[in-house]
């Protein structure tokens, strides 16, 4: 059982608005990655972390902010949501030399 | 480029029908592929990985996949599919920095 937890579920805020999606695990993993995934889309990363300190943008062009201050914790941020960032986010962690990746069970925003 | 691509968007099946569902990578370094589930309202779970040895991988649920070299392939398979079979299932390759590459994943229906 994956102990990689997002918060919130869902959400739907307006236009402007700044949020921040939680995202926490409870394995002590080094790495955690955001993923973004549209219906009926593939799941594109947008950022991810080898470790405290450390983190790096992913393949798909996000406007989004993270940080990673602490090894069990890599909060998602929107400084001013628009409608195009509509989605579904899936956080995950992995640690260096396995290579199983654990999913939370995202978070899906709506911003209207 | 790196990519991932899943041909069969939507399978509709009966009970005891047979299973599989087609991927292809693209990818020039050390192939480690993976199959994920991810059943209504639950997280992205393994269910099974290739990264080296017997091309035949087993996983999790009946589930098995054929890694085949020459066809760039890992194609999933099921012999007997149930109703709780039921979810999206995504191909993933891993490429450098423990990145994951998603295909656009593939609804599965199975009817009683």
């Known amino acids: 059982e994956a102990d990689i937890y997002q918060t919130p579920r869902y959400l739907v805020i307006g236009t402007g608005k700044k949020i921040t999606l939680e995202c926490s695990q409870t394995m002590g993993h080094d790495k955690m990655y955001w993923y973004q995934q549209d219906p009926g889309m593939e799941l594109h990363l947008i950022h991810y972390s080898y470790g405290v300190n450390s983190t790096e943008k992913g393949d798909l062009s996000s406007e989004s902010t993270v940080s990673r201050i602490r090894t069990e914790h890599f909060p998602l941020t929107l400084e001013s949501a628009r409608p195009s960032h509509t989605s579904q986010y899936l956080c995950?962690?992995?640690?260096?030399?396995?290579?199983?990746?654990?999913f939370g069970q995202g978070t899906r925003l709506t911003v209207v | 480029a790196q990519s991932v691509s899943q041909h069969n968007h939507h399978v509709i099946l009966s009970e005891a029908a047979s299973l599989e569902l087609g991927c292809n990578y693209s990818y020039g370094g050390t192939v480690n592929l993976f199959w994920y589930v991810q059943y209504p309202g639950q997280h992205l779970q393994l269910l099974l990985k290739?990264?080296?040895?017997?091309?035949l991988v087993k996983g999790i649920k009946g589930f098995e996949a054929e890694f085949i070299k020459s066809k760039f392939s890992f194609n999933l398979r099921k012999p007997s599919v149930q109703w709780s079979d039921t979810a999206e299932y995504f191909c993933?390759?891993?490429?450098?920095?423990?990145?994951?590459?998603f295909g656009t994943g593939t609804r599965l229906q199975v009817f009683p």
């Open positions: 993933a390759v891993k490429v450098e920095a423990d990145k994951l590459i």
């Open positions: 995950a962690s992995s640690y260096t030399g396995t290579l199983e990746a654990f």
């Open positions: 290739y990264f080296s040895g017997d091309p």
